[in-house]
């Protein structure tokens, strides 16, 4: 009997040799978020420093090509950068909080409505969302400045619509219709036995949404919000094709008062790409944390 259960199997008692594949053991990875912020929060700090070479390099290379030096271009740009960052920059960053308080605000209702159980004002939230979600956003902008008016009259008064109020309105658009969707993917990922749980107690359904989901809801949004404020205010300078006097529109001014000299170009332009960059990675690395402190673990 002993000789029956001494053969050797290839595996166990020796070395198998095969020309088959082997499957590896699985090995579990977390997916990588493809987005803005995490594109932008995975570039190292010292990234903005790279954007800025340009800015120092120009001067040196621009010497000697006219009389414009680079103590003229730096000194240009310092004088005009106090006028640049508060009457600029600071209306950049006024315009995309606006936008996206306003567009925050409808994408919410939006969301909701696109999980209605009424049929028309589901297919109706669904038209929207996708309308101004899959839309330029240049061409929304354009619109709004033709739409709208310059001016109405309520009981006799006139009161005024400046061009940034049409672009805050312009922009709110596609972002109503992004969170708009972060509302409804937020609300859909909460499993169905939450829904039935809450059921059996006999709650609402409005009673449901409000105290039980969208608290769930509330971390899980965050994240991709921020993404999405992070990409506008790096939209913003679009407004500058509507006339709005921000960060872009009054560099071109303050080149024209120097004289349009080409050195000035890389200088000033270089000046608004830091600040943007400065204004937004911070919001990219805080995204990025969030994510991974309220990511679902499974």
């Keep these: 009997m002993a000789s029956r259960f001494s053969t050797s199997i290839p595996g166990i008692g020796k070395n198998g040799s095969t020309d088959l594949p082997v499957l590896k053991p699985f090995a ?10 995490a594109w932008l929060a995975n570039l190292p700090p010292w990234t903005g420093l790279v954007l800025l070479l340009p800015m120092m390099i120009w001067p040196f290379a621009s010497h000697a090509g006219g009389n414009f030096t680079m103590t003229d271009a730096f000194a240009a740009l ?13 209306f950049n960053v006024i315009i995309s909080l606006f ?8 994408g919410i209702i939006l969301g909701l409505g696109q999980i209605s159980k009424t049929g028309i004002i589901r297919r109706f939230s669904w038209f929207i969302t996708q309308l101004f979600r899959n ?16 001016e109405i009259t309520i009981f006799g008064v006139i009161i005024m619509i400046p061009d940034w109020t049409k672009a805050v309105i312009g922009l709110s658009l596609p972002i109503m219709a992004n969170i708009s969707e972060i509302v409804r993917g937020a609300v859909l990922s909460v499993p169905t036995a939450q829904w039935e749980a809450a059921e059996s107690l006999a709650f609402t359904r409005q009673q449901i949404l409000w105290r039980i989901i969208l608290p769930q809801c509330f971390k899980r949004m965050i994240p991709p919000w921020m993404n999405w404020y ?8 679009l407004c500058s094709l509507l006339g709005v006097e921000e960060i872009i529109t009054l560099s071109r001014q303050a080149m024209e ?19 943007f960059f400065l204004y937004c990675y911070p919001i990219a690395r805080v995204t990025m944390h969030l994510e991974r402190r309220y990511s679902v673990k499974i």
Aim: neutral net charge.
């Design 257 to 275: 008062s120097e004289n349009n000299h080409p050195e000035l170009l890389v200088p000033f332009y270089s000046f608004a790409l830091g600040l």
């Design 230 to 237: 992070a990409i506008l205010t790096m939209a913003t300078p």
């Design 99 to 106: 936008a996206m308080l306003i567009g925050t605000f409808l």
């Design 28 to 37: 579990p990875s977390q997916p990588v978020a493809f987005n803005t912020s």
């Design 135 to 150: 839309s330029p956003w240049l061409v929304l902008l354009f619109i709004v400045l033709l739409a709208f008016p310059f």
């Design 78 to 90: 310092i004088k005009w950068m106090p006028f640049l960052l508060k009457s600029g920059f600071l």
